[in-house]
Nanobody
Protein backbone atom coordinates (compact mmCIF):
# COMPACT_ATOMS: atom_id res chain seq x y z
CA UNK A 1 0.00 0.00 0.00
CA UNK A 2 1.28 3.44 -0.94
CA UNK A 3 2.30 5.40 2.14
CA UNK A 4 0.45 8.51 1.02
CA UNK A 5 -2.49 8.83 -1.36
CA UNK A 6 -3.81 12.17 -2.62
CA UNK A 7 -7.36 12.92 -3.71
CA UNK A 8 -9.49 15.92 -4.60
CA UNK A 9 -7.70 17.39 -7.58
CA UNK A 10 -9.36 18.44 -10.80
CA UNK A 11 -10.32 21.39 -12.98
CA UNK A 12 -11.51 24.68 -11.56
CA UNK A 13 -12.01 28.18 -12.93
CA UNK A 14 -9.86 31.12 -11.91
CA UNK A 15 -10.95 32.34 -8.50
CA UNK A 16 -12.39 28.97 -7.58
CA UNK A 17 -11.55 26.58 -4.77
CA UNK A 18 -10.36 23.02 -4.38
CA UNK A 19 -9.60 20.86 -1.40
CA UNK A 20 -6.84 18.29 -1.64
CA UNK A 21 -6.69 15.45 0.83
CA UNK A 22 -3.92 13.03 1.64
CA UNK A 23 -4.43 9.76 3.47
CA UNK A 24 -1.46 8.20 5.20
CA UNK A 25 -1.23 4.44 5.52
CA UNK A 26 1.48 4.50 8.16
CA UNK A 27 1.82 6.46 11.34
CA UNK A 28 3.08 8.54 12.71
CA UNK A 29 4.70 11.08 10.48
CA UNK A 30 6.47 13.89 12.25
CA UNK A 31 5.32 16.36 9.61
CA UNK A 32 3.41 16.60 6.36
CA UNK A 33 4.09 18.78 3.39
CA UNK A 34 2.45 19.69 0.12
CA UNK A 35 4.64 20.35 -2.89
CA UNK A 36 3.81 21.05 -6.51
CA UNK A 37 5.42 20.75 -9.90
CA UNK A 38 4.30 22.64 -12.97
CA UNK A 39 5.30 21.46 -16.47
CA UNK A 40 8.92 22.24 -17.24
CA UNK A 41 9.74 23.32 -13.69
CA UNK A 42 11.13 21.76 -10.55
CA UNK A 43 9.08 20.70 -7.58
CA UNK A 44 8.44 23.51 -5.12
CA UNK A 45 7.22 23.73 -1.55
CA UNK A 46 3.63 24.86 -1.01
CA UNK A 47 2.74 24.26 2.64
CA UNK A 48 3.72 22.12 5.59
CA UNK A 49 2.49 21.24 9.06
CA UNK A 50 4.25 19.73 12.04
CA UNK A 51 2.47 16.83 13.68
CA UNK A 52 3.32 17.94 17.19
CA UNK A 53 1.03 19.51 19.74
CA UNK A 54 1.48 23.03 18.40
CA UNK A 55 0.91 22.02 14.80
CA UNK A 56 3.30 24.63 13.42
CA UNK A 57 2.58 25.49 9.81
CA UNK A 58 4.61 27.10 7.05
CA UNK A 59 3.50 28.41 3.67
CA UNK A 60 5.22 29.50 0.51
CA UNK A 61 4.79 33.23 -0.02
CA UNK A 62 2.81 32.70 -3.21
CA UNK A 63 0.01 30.85 -1.37
CA UNK A 64 -0.14 32.77 1.90
CA UNK A 65 -3.65 33.94 2.57
CA UNK A 66 -5.09 31.63 -0.10
CA UNK A 67 -4.15 28.09 0.97
CA UNK A 68 -4.63 26.41 4.33
CA UNK A 69 -3.07 23.16 5.46
CA UNK A 70 -4.74 21.15 8.20
CA UNK A 71 -4.13 17.75 9.74
CA UNK A 72 -6.48 15.25 11.30
CA UNK A 73 -4.51 12.96 13.54
CA UNK A 74 -7.50 10.77 14.32
CA UNK A 75 -7.96 10.00 10.63
CA UNK A 76 -4.29 10.20 9.75
CA UNK A 77 -4.98 12.67 6.99
CA UNK A 78 -3.76 16.07 5.92
CA UNK A 79 -5.65 18.48 3.70
CA UNK A 80 -4.86 21.52 1.62
CA UNK A 81 -7.72 23.97 1.15
CA UNK A 82 -7.01 26.13 -1.86
CA UNK A 83 -8.91 29.37 -2.43
CA UNK A 84 -8.71 32.11 -5.05
CA UNK A 85 -6.96 29.79 -7.46
CA UNK A 86 -4.98 31.26 -10.32
CA UNK A 87 -3.87 29.74 -13.62
CA UNK A 88 -0.29 29.68 -12.34
CA UNK A 89 -1.43 27.33 -9.55
CA UNK A 90 -1.84 24.67 -12.22
CA UNK A 91 0.50 21.82 -11.32
CA UNK A 92 0.75 18.28 -10.05
CA UNK A 93 0.46 18.46 -6.27
CA UNK A 94 2.29 16.00 -4.07
CA UNK A 95 1.72 15.07 -0.46
CA UNK A 96 4.83 14.19 1.50
CA UNK A 97 5.62 12.92 4.96
CA UNK A 98 8.69 12.74 7.10
CA UNK A 99 9.50 10.83 10.25
CA UNK A 100 12.53 12.76 11.46
CA UNK A 101 13.16 16.36 12.38
CA UNK A 102 13.61 18.79 9.54
CA UNK A 103 12.59 22.04 7.99
CA UNK A 104 9.02 22.02 6.69
CA UNK A 105 9.93 23.67 3.41
CA UNK A 106 12.91 21.42 2.61
CA UNK A 107 12.02 18.80 0.04
CA UNK A 108 14.91 16.51 0.94
CA UNK A 109 13.61 16.22 4.51
CA UNK A 110 10.63 14.20 3.30
CA UNK A 111 11.04 10.48 2.75
CA UNK A 112 7.52 9.40 1.84
CA UNK A 113 5.66 10.76 -1.18
CA UNK A 114 2.28 10.34 -2.79
CA UNK A 115 1.86 9.70 -6.47
CA UNK A 116 0.72 13.27 -7.16
CA UNK A 117 -2.59 14.69 -8.29
CA UNK A 118 -3.37 17.16 -11.05
CA UNK A 119 -4.82 20.58 -10.36
CA UNK A 120 -5.81 22.64 -13.39
CA UNK A 121 -7.05 26.22 -13.23
CA UNK A 122 -8.71 27.61 -16.34
CA UNK A 123 -8.49 31.27 -17.20
Amino acid sequence: QAPLVESGGGLVQTGGSLRLSCAASRRPFSAYGWFRQAPGTGREFVAGVENGTDGTTNYADFVKGRFTITRNNAKNTVSLQMESLKPKDKAVYYCAGRTAHGVLSTESAYVYWGQGIQVTVSA
